[in-house]
């Protein structure tokens, strides 16, 4: 059976703030042609987010867009679109998971210091 140990750790808002530029940044490149010349130079911060600026860890996100949402799910804060509460999937994407990882014991653990904030419909209701 695996362990399971409750761990936080505080980030600075700054941070946090940071990398939800980088991500709304993210989002608006899928949108322009030459996206590939600006997706360069924010692999280049997420680079640095997850390896350049902490010592012994590094913070990363993750886009849960398109995944199933049930309110039992920790890692995202809900506002439910339409009246229909069965079968969710997240169709937007307000903030990203920010995850904090570091080493311990020869292990990448990871902590979520930031919870998605997004919206979600039913697939019913989205086809």
Known sequence: MQEIIKVSYKVKQEW???INQVFEIEKKTSNIKEENSIQRNINKLKGLFEEGFFSGGGLS?????GESYADTRTDCEATISGTSVENLEIIE????IIFYAYQENDKTLKVIVQPAVVIVQSKINNQ
Do not use: A, S
Not at 61 to 65: R, S
Not at 93 to 96: D, F, L, R, S, T
């Open 61 to 65: 996100y993750h886009n849960p867009l």
């Open 16 to 18: 946090l703030d940071t």
């Open 93 to 96: 994407v307000i903030k990203p």
